[in-house]
């Protein structure tokens, strides 16, 4: 594992990150979205920023929701940043996402229906001021292995750059043993360079509907929402069998979940979390 750590942390170091500008107007003002990779991170995250997995850092423990249909606690999926990289609200500062494992009860005919958010089967926490502690992962939840959150104007994300043929035939000929893969012969950077992390999470802009447009409507009060961020299910795919870190957050079959906010931010639950699948 240590050697594809370091070819990421090259990957990191060879790709500047994008300079943030202020943003004076209202939020969304900004046209500009913004692509979140994800890294696999060394040791846990004790700050509120945006990240996948873990535990919840800036949500009081008190918080941690359970599902409406069957009283179990939601498992905790990802936080996000509303102020950085992307201004997205102006009442609120982080948004945590948990969902129900999605339980059926054949007997009474219920299951938790976690791909809409009125069923209560998934929900947003917004916070206006976290602080940095950390809310443990009760025991009937799950917590998902930890990614921190690279940001990247959309246009300028790390592209894939495919290993020249020619490097991989000499690699070939390199092989000494039948069993070796070829991959273990190249580089990690240029292993790192030809598989990026996948784009994993969307900011702003306007949303990649798998299915159909489902933008939706105030929970609360009825008027307009604002899309806010898209988060996809990431399963990282192992080309040349090189081993990488991977998780896949339940949405599908490599689904996508769409998170809005009222426009008005007319209550503290004025949320909508969704996630679609082919
Ligand atoms: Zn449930
Ligand atoms: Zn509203």
New binding site residues.
Partial sequence: MTAHKNAIGELRSGTPATIIRPMPQGPGSSRKMMIGMPRRVQSPVRSPVSKVGGEPVGLPAARWPT??????A?DFLFQLDLREPQHLSRGYRMAYAFM????TDELNGIQ?Q?WVSEKG?NRIELVERPDAIVAACPPAARCWPEFELQFFEADRRPKARPIPLLRIRKAAMKRTRGDEPIVASISDKQYARANPPPEMVRLGGTPNWVQDDETPSCPRCGGPMRFVAQVGAMVEKQPFERAVESVSLPFGSEGEAYIFLCERECAPNSTYFMWQTT
């Fill in positions: 599902c409406r249909q069957c009283g179990r939601m129900c494992r999605g339980y938790c976690t089967a």
